[in-house]
């Protein structure tokens, strides 16, 4: 299929100083659990964006310097030249391509602890160091800043001979030295980089004109830049220093690359912020600068792209999720398949790998992180291995993405529904205040369903085991998904709490059901992701007293890692929910419920008309438990295989059901491998 004119602006040539993106597609950098740990699967990774049409491809922070440790955090690394070969695995990938690589070069000054290197942090001027670490960071003098400027010099030049294209220097994200210097509140300094913003923002030059000096070139010079730091009067904002900033320094640099700090207002989650919501702070770059501009804002709709470029918003279209969700999106846009993308839902589960030391997944698209050790690619799929059918009991994520793994396969795939509308639990949580993208989760996987001849879709069509013998397929796959718990059993308690076999207890499903118990309702919160705290904002905006108890020591203390734990309790609060952290649920009596704290045990009451319960989940897993209770009728049945997948075997995540669809999907008829699963990469 051919490309729709409107999106030929997209598909551009932009010239960034030396070098020249083939069109306006750039992945800036993210991190990605991987870096120097696993550069081969790093490199593999971002080679199929290239393939799928990125221009640009960038690493993850990159430290520069032992004393700019970022441990436990597993980023690039560029200490001495024995870095040089792991980075160049990603750069020869990337150009293979025909795509640009860029890397961030960072030094985290006081924003690390160096918990590896045990060197002391750096930073403007004396300030505790990391994210809690009982550590500080010391005040550099005037030849810890020429040192530090060697280290960039040395970095670049080490960038260079490892075969990238774009060099960063970054002072965005709260998290460089470049940034710090520039900040009133951390850099209290007497001497010419302290004081005025000029003082303050020459370390910032300094770096750019020393990396320009030394590999400018053959390589362009990016600037990552947070304009805006969202805190008002104490932070750099877009109409004071941000701007002035930029305007100081707007020829500067090849590339300006802008976005909002910190992190968590960066990858604000779809929860929190839409698509392209960075743009009233970052505008006003363009107007002011010659050099192109890249930013960031979760863009997935190729009009969206277009309308920033032709409103003069943006010259590249910036994307670390969408890139994630979909590493072929520009390639689709390119050959006019939109209804293929695969969009990002804004549920930062990818950020989750970074903050776990762990290599990225993705609620989306099950292949990422798995591109080099289990070589999965995005958009292909062996073909099957015999001509079977396979039935499949559940069209949630699991049963949606295995049908469509095994669809494309092409197998015969038949998928049943109990009721009628597809989609399982996203269906009812797309539903819940803030969630409607996570719909994506079944847009996507419905659209390529339709368009396979060879999967049949049957709706209100809830199995039994007689119909699964009766039907004879050769492969029986379960995915029927998880109930919540109504007994109170979670993390805190493993004995069913007392007092709870009333209609007075709701749970997760009941609301989301219809159910609409009256105040003051009660939320037990011992999931701790995002369900709780999302009951509690819906209730509470339709009118109900609203109390959130947990064991934790905030409201959804999981969502720390997905960068939501202060939007979630900002908003909380605001909506005059009273969250009770600390608190383990004792007891429910007639009107009010018991709980003890988790330190010392002693009890509280608090008054209670309902109880709504967000503790665990159990799998619905009896039509599985009656298939393989009797083995020999299935045999004589023709069924080979039952397989209970997703929450049906064991509940969890989105991402985890999608993952599991796709991982048997790939698994039906393929060779079992016994042992570790998957490659894993041996110090050299
Ligand atoms: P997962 O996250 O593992 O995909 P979900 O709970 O989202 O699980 O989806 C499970 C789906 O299975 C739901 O749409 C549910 O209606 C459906 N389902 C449950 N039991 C049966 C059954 N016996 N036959 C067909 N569909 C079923
Ligand atoms: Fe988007 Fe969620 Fe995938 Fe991250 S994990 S790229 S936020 S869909």
Not at 380 to 402: F, N, Q, R, Y
Not at 446 to 455: A, E, F, G, P, S
Not at 627 to 639: S, T
Request: aromatic share 6%.
């Amino acid at each position: 299929m051919a490309r729709d004119a409107r999106y030929d602006i997209l598909f551009e040539p932009v010239r960034i100083g030396p070098v020249t993106a083939r069109n306006r597609f750039y992945q800036v950098p993210h991190c990605d659990g991987m870096g120097y740990r696993r550069p081969q699967a790093e490199a593999v990774s971002r080679e199929v964006k290239a393939e799928g049409g990125w221009a640009v491809i960038c690493t993850q922070e990159c430290e520069i310097h032992p004393s700019g440790d970022v441990t436990p955090a597993i980023e690039a690394r560029l200490w001495d030249d024995r870095d040089i070969p792991a980075l160049a695995l990603m750069t020869e990938a990337v150009h293979r391509h025909g795509s640009l690589a860029g890397i961030e070069l960072v030094h985290n000054g006081p924003s690390c602890a160096n918990r590896y290197s045990r060197e002391v942090p750096l930073g403007p001027s004396h300030q505790p160091a990391g994210r809690w670490d009982p550590v500080q960071a010391r005040a550099m003098d005037l030849a810890d800043i020429r040192a530090y400027r060697q280290w960039h010099r040395a970095a670049a030049r080490r960038a260079k001979a490892a075969g990238f294209d774009i060099v960063y220097v970054y002072a965005g994200h709260d998290l460089s030295l470049a940034m710090h210097f520039l900040q009133r509140r951390r850099n209290t300094r007497g001497d010419e980089y302290g004081g005025s913003l000029e003082n303050r923002a020459r370390l910032l030059r300094e770096v750019i004109e020393d990396t320009k000096e030394e590999v400018g070139d053959t390589c362009a010079v990016a600037v990552r830049i947070a304009v805006d730091e969202l805190l008002g009067s104490d932070g750099i904002t877009s109409e004071g220093e941000g701007r002035d900033v930029i305007a100081m320094m707007a020829e500067l640099p090849d590339l300006w690359d802008v976005n909002v700090s910190d992190w968590d207002n960066d990858s604000l989650t779809s929860r929190f912020g839409p698509e392209g919501g960075q743009e009233p702070f970052t505008a006003f770059v363009k107007t002011i600068t010659t050099k192109p501009v890249v930013g960031v804002g979760r863009f997935t709709s190729p009009d969206t792209m277009v309308s920033q470029i032709k409103r003069g918003i943006l010259d590249m279209i910036g994307a670390a999720r969408p890139s994630i969700a979909d590493p072929f999106l520009p390639r689709k846009i390119e050959e006019g398949r939109l209804d293929d993308i695969r969009e990002c839902i804004g549920c930062n589960i990818c950020v989750t790998g970074d903050r776990f030391s762990a290599p990225i997944r993705c609620t989306q698209n099950p292949t990422m992180g798995e591109e080099w050790r289990k070589g999965w690619h995005p958009e292909i799929i062996p073909g099957k291995t015999a001509d079977e059918s396979v039935l499949i009991a559940g069209a949630g994520p699991a049963g949606l993405e295995c049908a469509r793994g095994l669809g494309e396969r092409g197998y015969q795939v038949h998928l049943a529904e109990a009721g009628t509308e597809l989609g399982g639990r996203v269906v009812l949580e797309s539903r819940l205040p803030g969630l409607s993208a996570w719909i994506r989760v079944r847009d996507y996987r419905l659209q390529q369903l339709n368009k396979m001849t060879n999967v049949q879709i049957y709706r209100d069509s809830r199995l039994t085991p007689e119909h699964v013998r009766e039907f004879g397929a050769a492969h029986v796959v379960i995915a029927t998904g998880g109930t919540w718990r109504r007994d109170g059993v979670g993390r805190a308690n493993w004995q069913a709490v007392p007092g709870l076999e009333t209609p007075k207890v709701f749970t997760p499903d009941d609301i989301m059901a219809g159910a609409r118990p009256e105040g003051p309702i009660v939320i037990y919160d011992d999931d701790h992701y995002y369900m709780g705290g999302v009951l509690a904002e819906k209730l509470r905006a339709e009118g109900r007293e609203v109390a959130l108890a947990t064991p934790a020591h905030s409201a959804s203390a999981w969502t720390d890692y997905t960068l939501e734990l202060a939007h979630i309790q900002k908003r909380l609060l605001e909506a005059g929910v009273t969250i009770i952290p600390n608190r383990r649920l004792v007891a429910l009596r007639e009107d009010h419920a018991e709980l003890a704290c988790v330190y010392t045990g002693a009890r509280s009451q608090i008054a209670c008309a309902a109880l709504v319960t967000v503790t665990a989940r159990l799998p619905n897993d009896d039509l599985y438990r009656a298939l393989i209770a009797k083995g020999e009728d299935l045999k004589g049945a023709g069924i080979e295989s039952v397989t209970a997948i997703g929450d049906a075997l064991a509940p969890s995540t989105i991402a985890a059901a999608v993952y599991a669809g796709h991982r048997h999907a790939r698994a039906l008829g393929a060779e079992a491998t016994g042992g570790v699963a998957f490659k894993r990469e041996f110090p050299g």
